[in-house]
């Protein structure tokens, strides 16, 4: 009871002390703001800098307040500062929070450009239209059986196609929240029924030689978690420092989450699905064992 009284006194000078960084959707600069409101985000509406709590940067006019690569750099210290053997104390009070991350709404990709989709490259499915009596890309759709998103605009549904979750993003209502010994967890605000799709699995994207520099680099500084997810063709997503709220999904031997791979907007993407039905409330749960990617099962 002591040990907990303890945390709970300490635990609003941890959260004062922590920031997370957003980017405006508009001006795409990044911003400075408080880790609870950053939790508070939805990843299906947009972020302007108008939005911003501090006064003085609630403005797409306004200058960005450090550069993207001053941005990293607060990660990279953390890290570092980690290694201090002599650090122990302030490492166990950071631990109950998240660490400093970016929120993000779509990939980054580091090494390339996103695939702009051709149009002779788009897969059209045979669904009738819903005014000739479809269902409007229903199980039976094509596309959806085969993973693949139909395109706006091509769709012989139209906009009664249900087969877009992932460009709509049609997320599933969730809360980052405390999950005991686990850290954070990935939590359901609402019921949510087998086989509906949840949230995408966002991140830098990163070639192989990439991952590797940065998986060595995380065992050097000693990180204890990894949100790496192999994404194919060579490429895998990173979520340590951009990400959004699929990040904080934790790990079970009885898992009620699946990653599935899916190609939306022309490019491969991940997406989390409900393998049973989830009551509003219960966390979010998927094997690392069989979806991380690394020599090793990561936990």
């Known amino acids: 009871d002591e040990q907990r009284k303890e945390e709970e006194e300490e635990e609003p000078h941890a959260q004062e002390d922590m ?10 600069k990044w911003r400075r703001i408080p880790a609870k409101v950053a939790e508070s985000l939805r990843d299906d509406q947009p972020w302007y800098c108008e939005h911003n709590p501090d006064p003085a940067r609630a403005s797409c006019s306004v200058a ?16 570092e500062e980690e290694l201090d053997e002599g ?3 302030e490492r166990a009070r950071r631990r109950r929070i998240p660490a400093v991350w970016q ?19 788009v897969m ?7 005014w000739r009596g479809g269902d409007g890309c229903g199980p039976d759709c094509i596309n959806r059986m085969l993973c693949i998103e139909c395109v706006p605009g091509f769709c012989p549904c139209e906009d009664k196609c249900t087969n877009q979750v992932f460009t709509l993003k049609q997320y599933a209502k969730l ?5 005991g010994a686990k850290g954070f ?14 949230i995408e699995y966002i991140g830098e994207v990163l070639e192989e030689e990439e991952y590797l520099r940065r998986k060595d680099f995380y065992a050097e500084v000693g990180q204890r978690h990894y949100y790496f997810m192999n994404i194919g063709n060579g490429e895998v997503i990173d979520a340590c420092r951009k990400g959004n709220r699929a990040r904080f999904i934790n790990h079970s031997c009885d898992p009620n989450c699946e990653t599935q791979k899916w190609l939306a907007r022309g490019e491969l993407a991940i997406g989390l699905f409900a393998t049973k039905d989830i009551a509003a409330q219960e966390e979010l749960t998927f094997d690392y064992n069989f979806e991380r990617y690394g020599d090793k099962p990561i936990r």
């Open 185 to 198: 967890g990935l939590f359901a605000l609402e019921d949510i029924k087998k086989g509906q799709f949840i």
């Open 64 to 79: 960005q307040e450090l550069t993207n690569e001053q941005i990293d750099a607060l990660n990279e210290d953390e890290d």
């Open 103 to 121: 929120l993000i709404r779509d990939n980054i990709f580091l090494n390339r450009k996103r695939k702009q989709q051709e149009e002779d490259d």
């Open 175 to 179: 809360e980052v929240r405390r999950a």
């Open 19 to 28: 920031d997370s960084w957003v980017q405006c959707d508009k001006c795409t």
């Open 124 to 130: 059209i499915c045979q669904c009738k239209p819903v």
């Open 87 to 89: 650090l122990e104390e």
